[in-house]
Antibody
Framework: EVQLVESGGGLIQPGGSLRLSCAASGFTVSSNYMSWVRQAPGKGLEWVSILYSGGSGGSTYYADSVKGRFTISRDNSKNTLYLQMNSLRAEDTAVYYC???????????????WGQGTTVTVSS | DIQMTQSPSSVSASVGDRVTITCRASQGISSWLAWYQQKPGKAPKFLIY???SLQSGVPSRFSGSGSGTDFSLTISSLQPEDFATYYC?????????FGGGTKVEIK
């Protein structure tokens, strides 16, 4: 079964750091375009970052709101995606979802598999 | 960045009604548009990609159309399980951006 399971969320003080994990099963993270998407309480969806497939690395892109503070990465041996979040702010409070990109011919069409989400609360 | 604007923000409808949601991009995105359904407390569900292609397993009462800047999602005959919030998302360029959502409520 194709599945994504996020973990690592919690309550963190402003300025702190947190690392989210997303364990995949039923498919290979390194062969797919993997994204993080967040949703603040009562708000809509906001795309955060993507890691393109490819070998040991892959290209990365970020939303302006997190650029320079968040880093997306993966561990191929663990088939797991990560989001390292530094310098956290109150406005980063959200449910964070990881999602698999539905792609073809070198481009992404959308996100077809989503995890259940993990909640990050930034507050003193 | 490409801004995505959905309308209406909410719609009240009855079972069996035909419902259409529109999504407008701030610049042309060809057909690189996806639609999602989200129910409270749940992750989004992928419905449509490339503006009009139905994802596997999605009921045929859902359909999408449009290209360039104007798009729509239509539910031909609303079912009880369709009451949810719907989001469009452009896949033309980074950053990927979502519309603000349309909540389909029971009349």
């Amino acid at each position: 079964e194709v599945q994504l399971v996020e973990s690592g969320g919690g309550l963190i003080q402003p300025g702190g750091s947190l690392r989210l994990s997303c364990a995949a099963s039923g498919f290979t993270v390194s062969s797919n375009y993997m994204s993080w998407v967040r949703q603040a309480p009562g708000k809509g969806l906001e795309w955060v970052s993507i890691l393109y497939s490819g070998g040991s690395g892959g290209s990365t892109y970020y939303a302006d709101s997190v650029k320079g503070r968040f880093t997306i990465s993966r561990d191929n041996s663990k088939n797991t995606l990560y989001l390292q979040m530094n310098s956290l702010r109150a406005e980063d409070t959200a449910v964070y979802y990881c999602a698999r990109g539905y792609h073809g011919s070198g481009r992404i069409y959308g996100m077809d598999v989503w995890g259940q989400g993990t909640t990050v609360t930034v507050s003193s | 960045d490409i801004q995505m604007t959905q309308s209406p923000s909410s719609v009240s409808a009855s079972v069996g009604d035909r419902v259409t949601i529109t999504c407008r991009a701030s610049q042309g995105i060809s057909s690189w548009l996806a639609w999602y359904q989200q129910k409270p407390g749940k992750a989004p569900k992928f419905l449509i990609y490339a503006a009009s292609s139905l994802q596997s397993g999605v009921p045929s009462r859902f359909s999408g159309s449009g290209s360039g800047t104007d798009f729509s999602l239509t539910i031909s005959s609303l079912q009880p399980e369709d009451f949810a919030t719907y989001y469009c998302q452009q896949a033309n360029s980074f950053p990927l951006t979502f519309g603000g959502g349309t909540k389909v409520e029971i009349k």
